[in-house]
């Protein structure tokens, strides 16, 4: 009697986990008649019989639910809508849909918690659902190229997908900033993000990608695209493919002495600075593609490697073949390096002959005496080797966003009559300069020590640092 009364519940749960799952995959049949009701062109084995899991891509769980695992109806030629009761085919572990005409809004596909594959490409999707990628732990391979999606952001819920190695999703209409939340995804090894609507600049968390090999961001089509320095991606040392070409980037080629990589796309875009070296010694490297940019300095060295360098970009190296620039570029060139080769200055900083072509480089016999960079919207520091610009009477870098230390070396310009650094952010302590130089250094940091204070308080003019 007791031990019935025990073993009834028992039996009860039995029972009822055996009925749910043949409701389950009874749902699923039913989803899979859905499909077949909603899709034009299926093959031919969708028309005979009851068995779904006989259909021609379809695959069922063999012996234990018979719940469908795997859909693969991929370049079928199919047309037609998805059903909504897609939702139910909790099960799935692939999704192929890619090559075919499918139009109308993806269904929900949230908590499909064995699903590791999912390709929509090349069909005629227009919305995704608001809960797309939530709850997916298990994917591995997501690809969504070339869809007419409405606008959309990368959901922050991909960061649940923490196994997933490819996320592709070219020409997608995907919207915004980067998705700083693919930085989270460690496991990732090739992300495709091109002909998007992308903006803004790379997070730095894009360092924390320990494992990706592939990264191809090109062609954004906002106006703005996407832009500022590309720094980070040299901190990304499995990279082997880097395809930024076609946006807004700016600043220089980051040092690649870690690298793997083999191909390096760039071209098109607004990158400052001198061609480092590292990039022409990484042993991997076969193709760079450097044109249309704003490279400065000298001409590289080049080895081995297939280089798409050419027109105006090579015409601003200062000399037509490898070697040293004249010593004055030199040492303006590593001025403009503190400041992060500001793109202003790129503009007319090319070529061998500063005198006269160069902004606020003023000369006189061959050497500069004025170096007048007021208010240009500089950032970065106060290269020593200004201090090599001997003939410098007047030096004003006012109105500037400058950090950093004003460096000891600038002392000893033996020219020197006027410096000013007015209104800028600079800190650490004004050097002594001599009696004979008028200081102007209002509007600074000096006295706090590096980084931190939001004040913008602390005065320091001539008398001061005089006394
Ligand atoms: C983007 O995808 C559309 C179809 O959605 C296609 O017509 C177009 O050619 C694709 N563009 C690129 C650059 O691949
Ligand atoms: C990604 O990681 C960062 C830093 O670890 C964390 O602050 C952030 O919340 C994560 N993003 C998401 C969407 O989980
Ligand atoms: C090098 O890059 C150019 C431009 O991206 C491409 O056309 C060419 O096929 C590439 N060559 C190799 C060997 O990868
Ligand atoms: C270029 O490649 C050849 C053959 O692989 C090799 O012998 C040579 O040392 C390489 N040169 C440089 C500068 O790496
Ligand atoms: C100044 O020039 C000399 C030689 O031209 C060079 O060795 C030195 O590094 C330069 N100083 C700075 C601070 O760039
Ligand atoms: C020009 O620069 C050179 C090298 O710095 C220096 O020796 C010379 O005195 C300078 N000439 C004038 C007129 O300042
Ligand atoms: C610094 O900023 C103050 C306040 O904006 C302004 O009055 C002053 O003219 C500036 N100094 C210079 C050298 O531009």
Same mark, same amino acid.
């Given at each position: ?29 039913? @989803? ?8 034009? *062109? ?28 795997? +859909? ?73 190229e *070339?869809? /007419?999606?409405?606008?959309? !952001?990368?959901?922050? !819920? ?7 190695? @490819?996320f592709s999703a070219s ?11 693919? !930085? ?6 090739s992300l495709r993000l091109s ?19 592939n990264?191809q ?58 061609? /480092?070296?590292?990039?022409?010694? +990484?042993?991997?490297?076969?193709? !760079? ?14 080895? *081995? ?18 070697? /040293?620039?004249? /010593?004055?570029?030199? @040492? ?26 160069? +902004? ?108």
């Amino acid at each position: 009697m007791g031990r019935d009364l025990h073993l009834f519940p028992l039996s009860v749960l039995l029972l009822s986990s055996l009925a749910a799952a043949t409701a389950a995959k009874s749902a699923d049949e039913g @989803t899979i008649f859905d499909l077949a009701k909603s899709l034009s *062109n299926l093959p031919s084995s969708w028309g005979a019989g009851s068995d779904v899991c006989v259909f021609d891509g379809i695959t069922c769980e063999r012996g234990g639910s018979g719940r469908v695992t795997i +859909i693969n109806l991929r370049d079928k030629g199919l047309t037609g809508t998805l059903p909504t009761s897609l939702s139910s085919l909790t099960a799935l572990k692939e999704l192929q849909l890619q090559g075919n005409a499918l139009h109308g809004d993806f269904p929900s596909l949230a908590g499909f918690t064995d699903l590791t594959r999912l390709v929509l490409d090349g069909n005629g999707f227009t919305s995704l659902p608001s809960d797309f990628l939530k709850d997916m732990p298990s994917m591995q391979y997501l690809s969504l190229e *070339n869809l /007419p999606l409405k606008p959309w !952001a990368v959901p922050d !819920a991909i960061v649940g997908s923490s196994s997933l190695e @490819t996320f592709s999703a070219s020409n997608a209409s995907i919207v915004g900033a980067f998705p700083a939340v693919l !930085a989270n995804l460690s496991s990732l090894k090739s992300l495709r993000l091109s002909y998007n609507k992308l903006t803004g600049g790379l997070p730095a968390g894009l360092a924390e990608l320990i494992a990706l090999e592939n990264l191809q961001l090109n062609n954004q089509m906002s106006d703005g695209k996407l832009s500022g320095s590309i720094g980070v991606v040299a901190a990304i040392t499995k990279l082997k493919l880097l395809w930024i070409q076609s946006n807004k980037f700016t600043g220089p080629i980051p040092d690649f002495s870690n690298s793997q990589l083999e191909v390096f796309n760039v071209r098109d875009n607004r990158l400052t600075g001198v061609l /480092p070296a590292s990039l022409f010694e +990484i042993k991997t490297l076969l193709n !760079a593609s450097l044109t249309n940019n704003h490279f400065q300095g000298p001409m590289p060295n080049i080895h *081995n490697v297939s280089v798409d360098l050419v027109g105006d970009t090579v015409s601003r190296f200062c000399l037509a073949k490898p070697g /040293p620039c004249d /010593p004055l570029v030199t @040492t303006l060139l590593e001025v403009a390096a503190g400041f992060g080769y500001p793109a202003e200055l790129a503009e007319t900083w090319n070529g061998n002959t500063p005198c006269g072509n160069w +902004i606020g480089v003023i000369c006189s016999n061959g050497n500069v005496s004025i170096f007048y960079l007021h208010n240009r919207g500089l950032s970065g520091t106060i290269s020593p080797a200004i201090a090599n610009l001997t003939g410098v009477g007047k030096l004003d870098l006012s109105d500037n966003h400058l950090t950093g230390v004003v460096p000891d070396a600038l002392t000893t310009m033996s020219n020197l009559k006027l410096f000013d650094v007015s209104n800028n952010s600079l800190n650490g302590e004004l050097p002594m300069f001599k009696p004979t130089v008028k200081v102007l250094a209002e509007g600074n940091r000096f006295g706090e020590s590096g980084s931190g204070s939001e004040s913008d308080s602390s005065l320091s003019n001539s008398e001061a640092a005089q006394k």
